[in-house]
């Protein structure tokens, strides 16, 4: 006669602490709240230091943002304390650089599946240039990252100081050289561009 547990056959023993395991679980989980299972669940995250110091949010994955007009893709794995931006390098195959996102100036903009964010990204290459670009990024919350919408370029070694939620458009406060400025020289010339950021967080001229 085969072994017994409390006069339990041993085959029949452990499929019952099976079914005894999981409804203790059953019983443990329908006694938390949505929002507690959350808390432990993103406990359990590791928060990556630079989406989190660039955007104060809490995110497991690093930010990776498409070059625009590339196919190169600028994976940030730096953020400078002092300066208050994040860096990445960047390799196109014909032209390598650096890429930088300040945290200021930042703009929270409502999309059709959540929060998302306005900054200014500059890209340079070997040459003496210094691009910068509007870039608006969502929230993936299925992937929990953050993911690049659309870019709009600004203009070559500008200084862009504020960006402005009007009723209707973006407004995007920023200075570039005058015409009889040196592109060496600090810009002077103050300039203000509306655009429009739709739900998707597409950008386009007003």
């Known amino acids: 006669m085969g072994r017994r547990i409390f006069n339990i056959p041993v085959l029949l023993f452990i499929p019952l602490v099976l079914l005894f395991i999981v409804i203790v679980a059953g019983v443990y989980r329908f ?14 995250q590791v928060s990556d230091p630079v989406v989190e ?14 070059l625009p007009e590339t196919l190169a893709n600028a994976v940030f794995t730096q953020f400078h304390q002092e300066h208050q931006l994040a860096s990445a390098t960047y390799d196109s195959g014909q032209e390598r650089g650096i890429v930088t996102i300040s945290k200021h100036p930042q703009l ?3 999309l059709k599946l959540g929060q998302g964010v306005l900054a200014i990204a500059t890209v340079s290459n070997q040459g003496s240039g210094l691009f910068s670009y509007l870039v608006s990024f969502g929230l993936d919350r299925q992937r929990t990252r953050l993911v690049t919408l659309d870019s709009h370029f600004l203009g070559d070694r500008i200084n862009v ?12 406060i920023y200075f570039e050289h005058a015409p009889q400025q040196a592109m060496a020289d600090e810009p002077t010339q103050k300039v ?4 429009i950021v739709n739900d998707l967080g597409k950008i386009t001229q007003k």
């Open 31 to 44: 006694t938390l709240k949505d929002q507690e299972i959350m808390d432990k669940f993103a406990a359990a």
């Open 53 to 66: 110091q660039l955007f104060d949010l809490r995110l497991p994955v690093a930010l990776v943002m498409p």
């Open 108 to 110: 929270p903009v409502p």
């Open 161 to 172: 100081t504020d960006l402005l939620n009007e009723a209707d458009h973006i407004s995007i």
């Open 192 to 195: 203000e561009k509306q655009l």
